[in-house]
């Protein structure tokens, strides 16, 4: 039977945030099975491929890359769905989709704003996207000078990344590498921080890994050597060269060094796990708490995924893990929104926006908390935490809820049937007698 022919274009197999979202999303229009699905690969930024033809031995993926196009398009798209940053948006079929993790900040750019205006429909990963692009207004003079006020008029929806609960799940299987790198640290007690150091500036990157790691140094520090925690910090600039893990090692040095002597050891790990290896490093017995300063996030999947280890995950409190990190249960490092800093300034993060700030003292005191008196109260709380999260953040439920959306505003569309003929039976006639 044919299909709507529906065209994602999308950094599919990109080594990147984005890139995962992207696949992950990919292969839930293929279990939908209602349109002829297409795929135009993009790149994200200056992040590698993730994987090669030659490297997909998983038969999911391997689906995924025979969508892949090939040669243009003979006719226009039913359905159009792009996923990325909303100023790169463009109508392309007869019904658009943008998909966007949106911006991490309290306001986003103009330009943002006409890019959802382009589409019929945007889908934000959470909630905090949703209200950030609904309450960002400008106004801006048209030709005859007048002024036009520039807002979200198109709908907007959100549908959460969904975890592999098949694969990232509360375990005691141990991973070989997994159990290598960390048999090398010799506390028994380690804080696990996972992200990307994306920005250039010390201490101006969103994840703010520096003060992470600043604010642990000085909690710690003076504290035995026998007596202290580590933090294990897992890591990578744009890459997983030797070049990227140098440039981090010294940044993490750099920052130590700020602190002073007899600090807490900082282990990093660098470099690609599998998903398998990831969930092992969650898991791990010398890994006690998960912990992030971040200043924004428009989803934030690595924490969800450390959820469904049923350890503490504490996290700044705010934007959109706040989705899937219930307060009934969840610990918080808490702070303030203010305006980002002159330094995280880019074409994305604008300066008329904010974003949230962890309070250094606070932070110190929750971390002895954790560290001192992990109570039996905090820990079953966290347990509730996962298996709530393991039902309703699955990617069966992001299912559920991607489909729904399209089935709502996406119209029917008239297709081609191909028309076939019966097969015309062969006629014999009688022979004719000569008179």
Same mark, same amino acid.
């Given at each position: 039977?044919?299909?709507?022919? &529906? ?16 696949t992950?999303?990919a292969?839930?229009l ?8 297409k795929?135009?690969?993009?790149r994200w930024?200056? &992040? ?19 969508k ?9 798209p ?10 790169e ?6 019904y658009?989709?943008?998909m966007?993790?949106?911006i991490?900040?309290?306001? &986003? ?6 890019? =959802? ?11 905090h996207?949703k209200k950030?692009?609904?309450?960002? +207004? ?7 000078g007048k ?9 907007m929806?959100? &549908?959460?990344w ?8 509360k375990t ?13 640290i010799?506390?028994k ?13 010390l201490?101006?990157?969103? +994840?703010?890994i ?8 000085e ?5 035995k050597?026998?007596?202290?925690p580590c933090?294990v910090?897992k890591?990578?600039g744009v ?16 920052i130590?060094?700020? =602190? ?9 790990i ?7 290896e990831?969930n ?8 006690k ?10 989803f ?11 350890k503490?995950t =504490? ?5 959109g ?6 307060p ?11 305006p ?17 700030y962890?309070?250094q ?5 929750k971390l ?13 709380d ?6 709530e ?8 439920a992001?299912d ?9 505003y ?8 191909k028309?076939?003929?019966p097969?015309l039976?062969?006629i ?8």
């Open positions: 039977m044919n299909k709507p022919l &529906c065209v994602i274009q999308a950094p599919v197999f990109n080594r990147s945030g984005y890139g995962d979202w992207a992950t999303i292969k839930s293929i279990r939908q099975d209602k349109y002829d699905l795929i135009l690969p993009t930024g200056n &992040c590698q491929t993730k994987r090669f033809v030659e490297e997909l031995n998983d038969p999911n993926d391997q689906v995924l890359f025979s892949f196009l090939q040669k243009g398009l003979d006719k226009q039913d359905l159009f769905i792009q996923v990325t940053i909303p100023n948006f463009q109508k392309v079929g007869k658009n989709i943008g966007t993790a949106g991490e900040t309290t306001a &986003c750019a103009g330009e943002w704003i006409e890019g =959802v205006n382009r589409m019929d429909l945007t889908i934000g990963l959470s909630n996207v950030t692009f609904q309450d960002t +207004k400008y106004k801006k003079k048209s030709e005859n002024e036009e006020p520039i807002e979200v008029n198109k709908p929806e959100v &549908c959460f969904g975890a592999n609960t098949d694969i990232y799940k005691d299987i141990i991973e070989p590498n997994v159990d290598s790198a960390l048999s090398k010799s506390e007690y380690a804080f696990l921080f996972v992200g990307q150091w994306t920005h250039g500036g201490f101006t990157d969103r +994840k703010d520096a003060n992470l790691i600043k604010v642990f140094s909690t710690f520090k003076n504290v050597p026998e007596n202290r933090l910090v890591t990578n890459n997983f060269s030797k070049i990227d893990r140098d440039d981090t090692l010294k940044k993490i040095k750099k130590q060094s700020l =602190v002073g002597d007899n600090v807490p050891n900082i282990y990093l660098h470099g690609e796990l599998s998903p398998i990831m092992a490093l969650f898991n791990h017995e010398k890994v708490v998960h912990i992030n300063f971040t200043h924004g996030e428009g934030g999947h690595p924490i969800l995924l450390s959820t469904l280890s049923g503490p =504490v996290v700044s409190n705010w934007s893990h706040l989705d899937f990190l219930n009934k249960y969840a610990e918080f490092f808490e702070g303030t929104v203010k980002i800093d002159p330094g995280s300034v880019n074409d994305w993060l604008i300066k008329e926006s904010s974003w949230f962890v309070s003292s606070l932070a110190s005191d002895k908390m954790l560290y001192n008196s992990l109570s039996k109260n905090i820990l079953e966290y347990e509730k935490l996962r298996i999260n393991e039902q309703k953040f699955s990617l069966q992001m559920v809820r991607l489909h729904e959306i399209l089935n709502k996406v119209p029917e569309f008239s297709v081609e049937q028309i076939v003929l097969k039976k062969k014999e006639l009688p022979k004719l007698n000569k008179l």
